[in-house]
C-alpha cells in the first residue's frame, strides 16, 4: 500500500479483556516495529519482526503483550487482560532492512482501557 | 546502551525566529541519526537524517549535524513559520544487529504569528 495502515484508529475496552491490534506495512518492507507512545513521552519500542520471525521482542513490557506477523506483512498486537496502564497510542512502522533507513509510521491505535 | 536526550520543551516562538533544539545522544557502535517531527492530529513522519559524522541532514528548511566529537544532533532552522508547530523527536540506531529506533521524549514547539 501506500503507507503504514492501523486499524482501528481507536479503541476503547474494558479492564481484563483481550484486544487485537493490526498493521498492515508498506509492500515490501520487510521490518516491521511496533511501538507504544504515552502522553508527552516519545515512541517506546515493543517488538521487531525481519519477514515473518521477530528480531527482538526485548520491549514488550510483559507476557500479556505478544504479536505474529504470519506472512511476513500484516501484523497483529495482542494484549491479554488489559490494565488501565495498557492505555496508550501504539504504533506501527515498517523500513527497509539497513541501518540509514528511517522508518514510515502509521497513524496509530489509541487505546483506552476503563 | 543506547539512548537519545533532547531539551525539554515546550517551546515557544515568534514567527521567523530562529530555532534550536538540542539533542545529544549516547550510543555503542556508529549511529545513524534521525529528527521525526508529529503534527497535531498527526503520525510521525521523518524529517532530516544523517548516517555518518559531519554529515548534515536537510529538509523543509531544517538542518542538522552529526557531531560525533559533542555527540550532538541539534536541529535548526533560519526563520520558523505557524505551520512547524508541531513535537520534534530526536532519534537513533546503530548497526548493531540493526537495533531498533531509540526516541528522545520530543519538544513541542508552538510558533506564534
Known amino acids: 500500500g501506500a503507507g503504514v495502515s492501523q486499524t482501528p484508529s481507536n479503541k476503547v475496552t474494558e479492564k481484563g479483556k483481550y484486544v487485537e491490534l493490526r498493521c498492515d506495512p508498506i509492500?515490501?518492507?520487510?521490518?516491521l516495529y511496533w511501538y507504544r507512545q504515552s502522553l508527552g513521552q516519545g515512541p517506546e519500542f515493543l517488538i521487531y519482526f525481519q519477514g515473518t520471525g521477530a528480531a527482538d521482542d526485548s520491549g514488550l513490557p510483559n507476557d500479556r503483550f505478544f504479536a505474529v506477523r504470519p506472512e511476513g506483512s500484516v501484523s497483529t498486537l495482542k494484549i491479554q487482560r488489559t490494565e488501565r496502564g495498557d492505555s496508550a497510542v501504539y504504533l506501527c512502522?515498517?523500513?527497509?532492512?539497513?541501518?540509514?533507513?528511517?522508518?514510515?509510521f502509521g497513524s496509530g491505535t489509541r487505546l483506552t482501557v476503563v | 546502551g543506547n539512548s537519545v536526550t533532547q531539551m525539554e520543551g515546550p517551546v515557544t516562538l515568534s514567527e521567523e525566529a530562529f530555532l534550536t533544539i538540542n539533542c545529544t545522544y549516547t550510543?555503542?557502535?556508529?549511529?545513524?541519526l534521525f529528527w521525526y517531527v508529529q503534527y497535531p492530529g498527526e503520525g510521525l513522519q521523518l524529517l532530516l537524517k544523517?548516517?555518518?559524522?559531519?554529515d548534515k541532514g536537510s529538509n523543509k528548511g531544517f538542518e542538522a549535524t552529526y557531531r560525533k566529537e559533542t555527540t550532538s544532533f541539534h536541529l535548526e532552522k533560519g526563520s520558523v513559520q505557524v505551520s512547524d508547530s508541531a513535537v520534534y523527536f530526536c532519534?537513533?540506531?546503530?548497526?548493531?544487529?540493526?537495533?531498533?529506533?531509540?526516541f528522545g521524549k520530543g519538544t513541542r514547539l508552538s510558533v506564534i504569528a
Open positions: 550510543a555503542t557502535g556508529y549511529p545513524s
Open positions: 532519534a537513533l540506531n546503530t548497526n548493531s544487529g540493526n537495533t531498533p529506533l531509540v
Open positions: 512502522a515498517s523500513s527497509q532492512m539497513g541501518q540509514g533507513y528511517g522508518y514510515t
Open positions: 509492500s515490501g518492507h520487510t521490518a
Open positions: 544523517a548516517t555518518k559524522a559531519d
